[in-house]
């Protein structure tokens, strides 16, 4: 069978939806739950390493520290009474997926936690995976509770399976599953509040043209509930200063493989640090081996299976690097802001995983962190440093396997070495797409958005609104000022007047290069209205605001998930022009009484 990954687009804008219309839904292929269980292949647990202190059956749900193998046997903890929410209609069909599979007994048995009667081919006991910690570049052990680093992973995420679909390999992952070996003492269950806020981003995600791990569906407990901190109602504090009782959900996310860069580096790391030859011999092919499996999984269709290894290794340090600088470019270009982008939290497929403290800015501030506990380092305007950390992570985790042929080294230190420079020109291109330029390489483009960057700053403005309505290109900067958050409050008239003149003197000098850069090619010269729409299949107009997500999961509480249908609807159509009740709804200034609020300016954790 084959393992044909999906195609990835490693432009910075390019994979966004031509269209904000929907399709016509193909005739599902798969309709009943043994039409699914068919298409089951199990190529991790086939093809790596067992933890060889394991379970064959799966209990194994007590913290302790995993000192080999690729993967721990572990079964999820089904949810007490499990009741649907949602699942996405988008990937359903892409899937060949029936909608009515959703709400059948079988898949909802299995995707709220009970695998326990599947039917063959697939498996009754899931699995969860170890993982390295790094933050920023710099090692960590001493959060494990054992502190060697051997207690890290996935503490209540179990994959339940992995399938091949229509060519394409997916695996099918439980967030919320129940406590594994790296549980860390933790119940291993996620709440339906945060289940609400990654099943919403992944489709929305996806929707913007961002290469991101999927939504499946969401089911939350009847009667299950555990405590969790959470910010009082109207709280300003930076953390929680309550604990609450929330109802248990799991929500299945899906991805051609969840392999993350910490991954990689926890073998490499074992490669060095154990004292003894067969030790690290047997470190060193464990290291190989996920190597070789991160290839066939995610990287299949650009490194060649007959190719030696270092050249393998080298073609992935490439490839990985293209769609990772693609990646936060496009981070970049829809206002996302991951929050908390240590190593173990980058996917080794370069695309985005991990919905934790993640945030979608409103006003425009290079320093915007979701996260309170996530600093500087990890704001809006430093995840390209912080990718580059991650990469650095990346490449010595490789170095092991290249350490015979000094050559080899040198190969990947110039890669490594040039990551910066990649990831500075994508920015600059999508920058320059977001303006509506072909190009910001004369200083003049370049004078202008630094310009852009500051009136933004100092207006400010939201960043959303801003470009959608300058993807318009008006006539002066009235409609512009739809973003400006003080337009309806100056501070004074003198201000004002002040603020409307440095902008109109920016307006003019963007529409003067706008229109130069139009005919500057003589065979196919661009009209305004081409800009125009190119300009609006790159400046989202709709994004997932944590004020909109908010009510959703505070009315599903209470068993209301409309709010929750609602959002799917227009958070997975983010570039089309819709109803005059959405746009009144969903495209407006982020309200007075929403700054600085616990759990929706900022968050303490993802819960």
């Known amino acids: 069978m084959t393992n044909r990954l999906p195609q990835k687009n490693n432009s910075t804008v390019s994979a966004i939806p031509t269209k904000g219309i929907r399709s016509t839904s193909p005739t599902p292929t798969i309709s009943t739950f043994d039409d699914l269980a068919k298409q089951a292949n199990y190529s991790l647990m086939d093809t790596l390493n067992c933890d060889p202190d ?95 680093g051997n207690g890290y ?33 933790a119940d291993g269950r996620a709440v339906l509040r945060s289940s609400i806020r990654e099943f919403l981003a992944q489709e929305h995600m996806h929707a913007l043209g961002v290469p991101t791990s999927r939504s499946l569906s969401l089911y939350v407990s009847k009667t299950e509930k555990v405590k969790r901190p959470w910010y009082s109602e109207g709280s300003r504090l930076e953390n929680p200063d309550m604990m609450v009782s929330e109802a248990v959900a799991i929500s299945t996310r899906v991805a051609p493989s969840f392999i993350r860069v910490g991954q990689l580096e926890l073998f490499a790391r074992r490669t060095r640090e154990d004292d003894q030859l067969d030790e690290q011999l047997h470190a060193m092919q464990e290291l190989e081996k996920m190597v070789l499996h991160l290839i066939d999984r995610e990287y299949a269709d650009v490194v060649d299976s007959q190719l030696p290894m270092p050249e393998k290794v ?25 929050g908390n982008f240590n190593s173990d939290n980058c996917a080794a497929g370069g695309f985005t995983l991990d919905y934790g403290p993640f945030g979608f800015c409103d006003v425009f501030n290079p320093y915007y962190q979701p996260w309170t506990g996530g600093g500087n380092h990890y704001s809006f305007m430093n995840q390209p440093k912080a990718a580059q950390s991650n990469f650095e992570m990346f490449c010595s985790a490789l170095r092991p396997l290249l350490a015979s042929d000094q050559d080899d080294l040198l190969a990947l230190d110039k890669i490594q ?63 512009l000022k739809k973003s400006f958050y003080n337009s309806a409050n100056p501070l004074n008239e003198s201000d004002s007047q002040q603020t409307d003149t440095r902008w109109m003197e920016w307006f003019v000098k963007w529409k003067a290069l706008l229109n130069s850069d139009c005919d500057a090619d003589a065979i196919a010269p661009r009209t305004l209205e081409q800009v125009s729409s190119q300009m609006k299949l790159v400046n989202p107009k709709y994004i997932l605001r944590e004020w909109f997500v908010k009510p959703a999961y505070q009315q599903a509480a209470v068993g209301n998930y409309a709010l929750i249908r609602e959002l799917q ?38 819960s």
């Open 54 to 148: 394991a379970t064959e059956n799966g209990n194994d749900h007590s913290a302790r520290q995993v000192f080999s193998g690729h993967y721990v046997p572990v079964n999820p903890t089904p949810i007490k009474n499990p009741e649907y929410v949602a699942h996405s209609n988008t990937f359903f069909a892409e899937l060949g997926l029936a909608d009515t599979m959703a709400e059948s007994a079988d898949f909802m048995r299995m995707f709220s936690g009970d695998i326990s009667q599947v039917p063959e081919p697939m498996r009754k006991v899931g699995w969860a995976t170890g993982y390295a910690l790094s933050i920023y570049g710099i090692e960590y052990t001493h959060q494990c509770p054992f502190q060697t």
């Open 153 to 185: 992973g996935d503490g209540r995420a179990i994959s339940v399976l992995e399938a091949v679909i229509n060519g394409q390999r997916w695996e099918m992952q439980l967030k919320g599953g129940g406590p594994t070996p790296y549980c860390r003492g």
């Open 314 to 338: 080298l073609l992935l340090a490439r490839e990985f690097r293209s769609r990772l600088t693609s990646l936060i470019a496009n981070w970049i270009r829809v206002g996302f802001c991951q």
């Open 417 to 479: 070495s040039e990551f910066s420079t990649i990831m500075h020109s994508k920015m600059q291109d999508m920058w320059a797409a977001k303006l509506g330029l072909s190009t910001l390489e004369p200083a003049s483009h370049k004078a202008l958005l630094n310009e852009l960057q500051m009136l933004m700053m100092q207006t400010p403005i939201d960043y959303t609104i801003f470009f959608r309505e300058l993807s318009l290109i008006p006539k002066d900067i009235r409609p």
């Open 569 to 606: 609807e227009v958070m997975t159509q983010p570039y089309a022009e819709q109803s005059q009740e959405v746009e009144e709804k969903y495209y407006r200034l982020k309200p007075l009484e929403f700054f600085k609020l616990g759990g929706v300016s900022h968050l303490s954790c993802s």
